[in-house]
């Protein structure tokens, strides 16, 4: 199973980035998605999650500038990140889980997002 989180890089302050997480070698349905970050020094939080279905939920700080999206044909999961702050500068990671809530394989490297003001 590999979770290849992608897309990140330099952002200026209110600029905009897409990452992009293809998910392979998983044989059986994924149910939900979601990308996940970590700032420096911080602890891993939630930042947006989908189901197959199109359900999504999203952090509070990043409500009406980031949008979850995903091509369920393709077990590819996006994130469109909007108003860019430098709170958001992070290591992002994606995940993905089965029908009965379990995460297939492990955390990746994930994609590291830098912002300038």
């Known amino acids: 199973v590999q979770l290849q989180a992608s897309g990140g890089g330099e952002v200026q302050s209110g600029g905009s980035l897409r990452l992009s997480c293809a998910a392979s070698?998983?044989?059986?349905?994924?149910?939900?998605m979601a990308w996940y970050r970590r700032p420096p020094g911080k602890d891993r939080e939630l930042v947006a999650a989908?189901?197959?279905?199109?359900?999504?939920n999203y952090a509070e700080a990043v409500k009406g500038r980031f949008t979850i999206s995903r091509d369920n044909t393709r077990n590819i999961l996006y994130l469109q990140m909007n108003i860019v702050k430098p709170e958001d500068a992070a290591v992002y990671y994606c995940?993905?889980?089965?029908?009965?809530?379990?995460?297939?394989?492990?955390w990746g490297p994930g994609t590291l997002v830098t912002v300038s003001s």
């Open positions: 989908m189901t197959r279905a199109g359900a999504t």
């Open positions: 070698g998983i044989d059986e349905s994924i149910n939900a």
């Open positions: 995940r993905a889980y089965s029908e009965t809530g379990q995460p297939f394989g492990s």
